[in-house]
Nanobody, 131 residues
Framework: QVQLVESGGGSVQAGGSLRLSCAAS????????MAWFRQAPGKEREGVAS??????????ADSVNGRVTMSQEHAENTIYLYLQMNNLKSDDTAMYYC??????????????????????WGQGTQVTVSS
């Protein structure tokens, strides 16, 4: 079982920045594929960025590449994920979710952006960008 709790969302003007955080309880899974997704009203959930807690490649969606940085920190019982978002646009307005996949230490380059790939989800944090 993995518990994910997001924070850091809010309202910002276009061009501004936000830093989202996700606290993931490690329990039995210290090596996982983790990701940030977002979902705007009336749209499908889409992958924003993904990385393994074991290191390796970080993947970004084309729509955010160059404006977003995903990072992580490890504590004794918790893994902290961060999503630094800069130069925000109105199209970035969405509910942002943290996701985790156990059973594999690394993320698949072909599947990381698909919601079905992940079995654990947080409750989400809202990001609203006004123009």
């Amino acid at each position: 079982q993995v518990q994910l709790v997001e924070s850091g969302g809010g309202s910002v003007q276009a061009g501004g920045s936000l830093r989202l955080s996700c606290a993931a309880s490690k329990y039995s899974y210290s090596r996982m594929c983790m990701a940030w997704f977002r979902q705007a009203p009336g749209k499908e959930r889409e992958g924003v960025a993904s990385m393994s807690t074991a290191g390796g490649s970080t993947y970004y969606a084309d729509s955010v590449n160059g404006r977003v940085t995903m990072s992580q920190e490890h504590a004794e019982n918790t893994i902290y994920l961060y999503l630094q978002m800069n130069n925000l646009k109105s199209d970035d307005t969405a509910m942002y979710y943290c996701a985790a996949r156990t059973g594999s230490a690394y993320c698949s380059s072909g599947s990381w952006s698909r919601a079905w790939y992940f079995g654990y989800w947080g409750q989400g944090t809202q990001v609203t960008v006004s123009s």
